[in-house]
C-alpha cells in the first residue's frame, strides 16, 4: 500500500435542474488511515445510478449529499490492507465506496464477491443492485406469466435493460419505450424487446397511439422507472388484473416539481395491484437472485451492456450523461 | 299474482352534477309477464347504492342508465310466480330486480336466501354486496394484522361501517373519517372506531393534521371510498409496507371532472401495496364470506346500521340524499 494521494469527486454546489460537471469538484485526498479492526479497500468500479439525484436532493432514503461532500455510491475494490482477519489483501469485495479511489469499511459493511470472479462490474449491474432492483420488482411482486404483456421504459437502462430481459425469458411479449432510435435498435436487436417505441419520436399523444397498436389487448405488467406523462398514459391502457411497479420517477428526478399520478379510477377499472418497489426490501434475497440469474449472464442469455468510463475524473461527466438519458446501459466508472 | 300493476322508477334525464328527485320520474308500468321457464319477483327490499350514480354517466362495468330506462339496482325479492322447478312461489331471493315492484328473471339469476331469514335486508347490506366489498379489501387484499392503524373515509357507510368492524375485530387501531358530528359520535360509540375525524369540521390541512395527530405512526391500511384530496393526504402518512385498498371515488361522482391521483413517489417511499378492488371478481367466494361473517352479525359483534326508507316512490329522495352523503349507515328502500 503505497498510494500517497486519493482521488474523490465532491458535491461542489446544489445543481439547478439537469446536473452540469461544473457541480462537481475532483480533487485528490489523503488516502484514509485503515483503522484498528478496518479494511482499506481500493476502488475498481464504481456504480453511477439515477437515485443519486435523489441524494444530491436531499429525498433518498439511503442518504443526503450536501457541497463538500464527496459523493455516495457502491463500488467493486480490492482489499489494499487489512486489521480484521475476515479479509485478505486481494479480495474482491462489493461496498459504499463512494466517488473516490480509497475508502476504508468495517468487515461487516463488506460484501465479498466469489472467487474467481470474470468481470466484477457485473456485480454493480445485472448481478447487483440494478439486477437485484430488476428481479425483485418483477419476478417477486409483478410475477409475470407467459404471454403477458410487459412494457418498461427507460428500457436499455441499467435496471429496464434486466427487465426486459428476464420478461422475455418467462415467456412474456415485452414493448420498450426509449429515448433515441438507437436505444430502440439495440433493444430489439440485442435484448430481445418485442418492439420499442421511441419516446423522442413524437408527443405522448404519439406515445399513446403505439401504445395502443402494440398492446391491443392492454398491458399486463408495468414496471415504471419513470412515473409522470408515461405512467399516466400506460395506466389508462391496463388489462384487467395488472400489475405495476413503482420504482422511479425519472422524469421528475431533475425537478423539484412534483406531478401527480394516475387517477385512481384506471387502478379500479383493471383491478391492479400496485407496488411500491424499495430494493433494499429484497436484500436478504439476494443470493437467491444471484443463484436464479448467474446461469443465464454466463450463458449470455441474460446480456449486460454496461455504458464504461475509463477514470475516476470522468465520473461527473458520465453523470450528468445519465441524467440526460444519454447512455447506453448502466453506467460504471473504471476506476482502477 | 293479482297484481295489475308495476310501480318503477325511471331515469327522467342527466342530472347536472348532484342528482335530484326532478331527475327521477315515478310511474306504474305493466306487471312483467312470466314466460316459459322465468321466475316471476316481487321486490321487498332495493339496495341503493354510490355506483349507481357511475351508471347514470355511463361510467360503471356492471351496466348503463339513459334517461327512460328504470334505475337499476339490487333486491331481496319473493317468488311470486314461477315456471321453473328450481324455486317455489314464496321463496326469497337476491336478484337484480332494479327500482321496481315486480321482475322477471331466468332462475340462474337468482340467488336464493338461507331458510328462516330474520333480516332479509341484511343480505343487501353487511351480508350482501357492501360488505363483501369490505371483506374483500380489507381481508383478502388488505390482510390485517392486530396492532394495524385502519384509516376508513365514509366510516358509517355501508361499506365503510362494515370495514371499520371487522378491522377492530382483527385488533387494529381504526381512524375513521366522516361527514358531520353525528356520524362521527356513531361510529366511535357504536361501531368502536378508535377515532372519527369531522371532515366538514376543517378544511384539508385541518384533517391531515387531525390524521399526523391520531396515526403518529404512520397509516397500515387505507380503504379508500372517495379518492380526491383525502386519498392524497392519506398517501402521504403511509406507513412502511402499508396497503391502500381503491374501492370507489365518491368525491368526484356528481362531477366529470377526474383529478389526478397521489405522486406515484409517496407509494415507493412506504413500498405500499395497492389494490384497485372490484366486488364482482369475489362473487365466487361470497358464501365464505357469508360463513366467516354471519356468527358476528347474529350476535350483534357486527352491527347493521340501515338508512331505511318506506316505499319505492321515496327511492329518488333516499338516492340524492345518498349522493349528498347524508346518509346514516346503508341505505335500503323497503318495497313491499
Same mark, same amino acid.
Given at each position: 500500500m503505497t498510494?500517497?494521494?486519493?482521488?474523490?469527486?465532491?458535491?461542489?454546489?446544489?445543481?439547478?435542474?439537469?446536473?452540469?460537471?461544473?457541480?462537481?469538484?475532483?480533487?485528490?485526498?489523503?488516502?484514509?488511515?485503515?483503522?484498528?479492526?478496518?479494511?482499506?479497500?481500493?476502488?475498481?468500479?464504481?456504480?453511477?445510478?439515477?437515485?443519486?439525484?435523489?441524494?444530491?436532493?436531499?429525498?433518498?432514503?439511503?442518504?443526503?449529499?450536501?457541497?463538500?461532500?464527496v459523493m455516495l455510491g457502491e463500488t467493486v475494490a480490492r482489499v489494499v490492507q487489512c486489521d480484521s482477519?475476515?479479509?485478505?489483501?486481494?479480495?474482491?469485495?462489493?461496498?459504499q465506496g463512494g466517488w473516490q479511489q480509497y475508502s476504508v469499511h468495517s468487515p461487516e459493511a463488506l460484501h465479498r464477491l466469489p472467487a474467481n470472479v470474470v468481470s466484477p462490474s457485473y456485480y454493480l449491474s445485472v448481478l447487483g443492485m440494478p439486477g437485484l432492483t430488476a428481479y425483485s420488482g418483477l419476478i417477486w411482486q409483478a410475477q409475470p406469466k407467459a404471454g403477458d404483456v410487459v412494457v418498461v421504459a427507460a428500457a436499455t437502462g441499467g435496471v429496464g435493460a434486466m427487465v426486459g430481459?428476464?420478461?422475455?425469458?418467462?415467456?412474456?411479449? @415485452?414493448? $420498450?419505450?426509449?429515448?433515441?432510435?438507437?436505444?430502440? =435498435?439495440? #433493444? /430489439?436487436?440485442?435484448?430481445?424487446?418485442?418492439?420499442? *417505441?421511441?419516446?423522442?419520436?413524437?408527443?405522448?399523444?404519439?406515445?399513446?397511439?403505439?401504445?395502443?397498436?402494440?398492446?391491443?389487448?392492454?398491458?399486463?405488467?408495468?414496471?415504471?422507472? @419513470?412515473? $409522470?406523462?408515461?405512467?399516466?398514459?400506460?395506466?389508462? =391502457?391496463? #388489462? /384487467?388484473?395488472?400489475?405495476?411497479?413503482?420504482?422511479? *420517477?425519472?422524469?421528475?428526478?431533475?425537478?423539484?416539481?412534483?406531478?401527480?399520478?394516475?387517477?385512481?379510477?384506471?387502478?379500479?377499472?383493471?383491478?391492479?395491484?400496485?407496488?411500491?418497489? @424499495?430494493?433494499?426490501?429484497?436484500?436478504s434475497r439476494r443470493d437467491e437472485f444471484i443463484a436464479a440469474c448467474l446461469p443465464a449472464v454466463e450463458s449470455g442469455d441474460i446480456q449486460c451492456l454496461e455504458d464504461c468510463y475509463e477514470g475516476l475524473a470522468r465520473a461527473p461527466e458520465a453523470f450528468c450523461r445519465l441524467m440526460r438519458g444519454e447512455n447506453m446501459g448502466k453506467v460504471v466508472i473504471k476506476v482502477a
Open positions: 498510494a500517497t494521494e486519493n482521488l474523490q469527486v465532491k458535491l461542489a454546489r446544489f445543481p439547478d435542474g439537469e446536473p452540469t460537471p461544473d457541480d462537481f469538484e475532483v480533487a485528490a485526498g489523503p488516502v484514509p488511515e485503515c483503522g484498528a479492526g478496518q479494511v482499506l479497500c481500493e476502488t475498481l468500479f464504481l456504480s453511477l445510478d439515477p437515485y443519486m439525484r435523489s441524494q444530491i436532493a436531499g429525498r433518498h432514503i439511503s442518504g443526503t449529499i450536501a457541497p463538500g461532500d482477519g475476515a479479509f485478505q489483501v486481494g479480495d474482491l469485495v462489493r461496498c430481459q428476464l420478461a422475455k425469458l418467462r415467456g412474456c411479449r @415485452v414493448v $420498450g419505450i426509449a429515448g433515441g432510435e438507437t436505444k430502440c =435498435r439495440y #433493444a /430489439v436487436e440485442q435484448l430481445g424487446y418485442d418492439a420499442c *417505441i421511441d419516446r423522442r419520436a413524437g408527443d405522448i399523444g404519439w406515445i399513446e397511439s403505439e401504445l395502443d397498436r402494440l398492446c391491443p389487448e392492454g398491458v399486463d405488467i408495468y414496471f415504471d422507472l @419513470v412515473g $409522470g406523462a408515461l405512467l399516466n398514459a400506460v395506466s389508462q =391502457r391496463l #388489462a /384487467v388484473g395488472a400489475r405495476v411497479v413503482l420504482c422511479g *420517477i425519472m422524469s421528475e428526478l431533475n425537478s423539484s416539481d412534483r406531478g401527480a399520478g394516475p387517477h385512481p379510477g384506471l387502478w379500479i377499472k383493471a383491478r391492479a395491484s400496485v407496488y411500491g418497489l @424499495v430494493v433494499y426490501d429484497f436484500e
